[in-house]
């Protein structure tokens, strides 16, 4: 990885070795130029399965679109048609209803010659990996360009270039069932890759790794979407996996979307019950014992206890925090998302008077009176 | 044991060994194809007909519900078809065949469905065809299973060509009958056992190596 710049040259991008990127020329031949290409767009797109035990409608006239250049993440509970609307992108799945468009193109209408050509412009990784057993690592990744016609010697260089990309070089000639879980998805993500996709998409691809991998793999691929302009689009049950990765963000509830947006907005301020209960986990709750003690109203000398919420419009600034009101901290859970401050702080605030919480409401962030203490705890 | 009989029994194995081997080797020439297609042309599979895929599966069900000594004598018309002649080696190898290749087939299938639908979804997604799916997916993963079929297959076959007699194949199975059993040669018996059980071992234990070669990727 280390070793690697990218270079774009006209058409395909190519990968080519730091220290000849370092003497062909000036740090602007190294940056990447970004493709416009990778757009997808929703058109009112269903789904309905239809099975022996009855009909299962998994999408629900979806209109969404993904800008190239993008990592897309896609939320839901189980069952959500998540894998339904990923897979209707290279045609895994067809619509009952509605189209795809891939950079314009309605990718119904294509024929068989047409799909293929398709997929090699979209590659695809999985929860599972999904690597042939019978092959090497290398034989893996060469696939789709064996397939392709592409001529041998063409096709070694090539794979080589994006082992090196995915840090597995030294692994080509060994067999996938002897490689851990984060290398196997490198492999994935490799083979993925050979034939210069314009889009990625990953099906759960981190669900089966440890926290510690799935941070290495996110990396990877937010390296890929930055250095080649790749769209990506992920769907993933770890809100932390979106907040780390994503620009944007939809969630998908019983086929129809619940809500869509820049991550930061959507998970500053949630507005459907079905992202609420997704981000969960992530919001911290009460203090047991601050819960115990709350009272719904001031006793004499009591502190108020403010939550205050910021959804990514302002930045918390602890000075005039201070200088509104005699406030002290309680809790507090604040992150950058995309450059935007999302979280709530708890705090308490002595002197209750009337214009100390419209001082403090002047500051930003949403104030919210959850109770009071008394003073002497 | 006389000399004479001693290259009776020899000739009896060659014997054997020919019609086991070309048998085998037809079971699998057409036994592969046919395997693929019935898992392929399922309603949901990549070559989708489903009436064929019924109709090739009952005329498969149809051939291995019949025992080999009865197609042995139904065949004798298509024997001499294809043959030329209803007796000697060629004669036994037609029903051998015919009966080992649905055999084989439907073995082979059950290792060519257990692969995983994961892995031809990732082919499909990679823009392979359905012609490269059949041959860098199907097939080499589930070759490990078609080679352990193909053991099972040709000891089985190696069981049936017993038989051939009937229609004067020779053969172990023959030398045991006419020999060991209709004139109490008890030598010849257990030498023919002796051999058989040996064939056998050794056919096991070289497709259980290749087996365990192919699953240590
Ligand atoms: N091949 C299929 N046949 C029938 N029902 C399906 C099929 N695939 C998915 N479904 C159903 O469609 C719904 C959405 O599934 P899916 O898109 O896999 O959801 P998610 O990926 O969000 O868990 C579920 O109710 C699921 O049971
Ligand atoms: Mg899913």
Not at chain 2, 123 to 129: D, L, M, T, W
């Amino acid at each position: 990885m280390a070793g690697l710049a990218f270079d774009t040259i006209r058409g395909p991008v190519r990968w080519v070795a730091r220290g000849a990127a370092a003497t062909a020329g000036p740090a602007a031949r190294i940056a990447t130029e970004k493709r416009a290409a990778g757009t997808v767009s929703f058109e009112g797109v269903s789904k309905t399965y239809r099975s022996a035990s009855g009909a299962v409608q998994a999408l629900d006239r979806i209109d969404l679109e993904v800008p190239a250049g993008t990592i897309f993440g896609i939320i839901g509970r189980s069952g959500a048609g998540k894998s339904s609307l990923l897979r209707t992108v290279n045609r895994l799945e067809d619509p009952t209803s509605g189209r795809v468009l891939v950079d314009g193109e309605p990718i119904a209408e294509l024929d068989m010659a047409g799909l293929v050509a398709l997929r090699r412009r979209i590659g695809m990784i999985f929860q599972h990996f999904n690597l042939l057993s019978a092959k090497t690592v290398r034989q893996n990744v060469a696939l789709p360009l064996v397939v392709a016609g592409v001529p041998r010697a063409e096709i070694g260089t090539r794979v080589d270039e994006v082992l090196r990309l995915v840090g597995l070089e030294d692994k080509a000639e060994t067999y996938p069932s002897r490689l851990s879980g984060g290398q196997k998805q490198r492999v994935g993500i490799a083979r993925a890759l050979v034939s210069n996709p314009e889009i990625l998409l990953c099906d759960e691809a981190t669900s089966a790794l440890d926290p510690e991998t799935t941070l290495a793999i996110l990396r990877l691929l937010r390296d890929i979407n930055r250095r080649l302009g790749i769209t990506i689009i992920l769907i993933t049950h770890e809100m932390s996996v979106i907040r780390e990765v994503c620009s944007n963000v939809v969630v998908l509830e019983q086929g129809r979307i619940a809500e869509t947006g820049p991550v930061w907005r959507v998970f500053g301020s949630p507005e459907h019950p079905a992202t609420r209960a997704l981000l969960e986990p992530l919001i911290r709750g009460l203090p047991a014992d601050l819960s115990a003690r709350l009272q719904p109203h001031p006793a004499p000398g009591a502190t108020a206890v403010l939550r205050i919420t910021f959804s990514g419009q302002s930045t918390p600034d602890l000075a005039s925090l201070a200088a509104a009101a005699p406030v002290r901290l309680l809790q507090a859970g604040i992150e950058q998302i995309q450059g935007h401050a999302v979280g709530r702080m708890l705090v308490a605030v002595g002197d209750a008077g009337p214009d100390a919480e419209a001082r403090l409401r002047a500051l930003g962030g949403e104030i919210e009176r959850i109770g009071y203490v008394a003073a002497d705890d | 044991m006389s000399p004479q009989m001693i290259d009776r029994v020899w000739q009896a194995l060659l014997d054997t060994l020919f019609m086991v081997g070309v048998s085998a080797g037809i079971a699998v020439l057409a036994g592969i194809p046919l395997a693929l297609f019935l898992v392929t042309s399922g309603p949901h599979g990549i070559f989708p007909a489903p009436r064929a895929h019924k109709l090739v599966g009952t005329l498969v069900n149809g051939f291995r519900a019949v025992p080999f000594i009865v197609l042995l004598v139904a065949l004798i018309p298509f024997t001499r078809l294809v043959a030329g002649t209803t007796i000697g080696v060629w004669a036994a190898i037609v029903p051998l065949s015919v009966s080992a290749t649905p055999f084989f087939a439907r073995i082979a299938e059950v290792s060519l469905r257990e692969v995983d639908a994961g892995l031809i979804e990732a082919a499909q997604s990679i823009g392979c065809r359905r012609r490269h799916i059949l041959l860098h997916v199907l097939l080499p993963e589930a070759l490990p299973g078609i080679v352990g079929g193909f053991t099972i297959t040709v000891v089985s076959m190696i069981g049936a060509s017993a038989m051939a007699g009937a229609v004067g194949a020779g053969g172990l199975g023959d030398v045991a009958i006419r020999y060991g059993y209709q004139r109490f040669d008890t030598t010849v018996m257990t030498a023919v056992i002796a051999i058989l059980i040996a064939l056998v071992c050794l056919v096991q234990f070289v497709g259980d190596a290749a087996m365990r070669r192919l699953r240590a990727r």
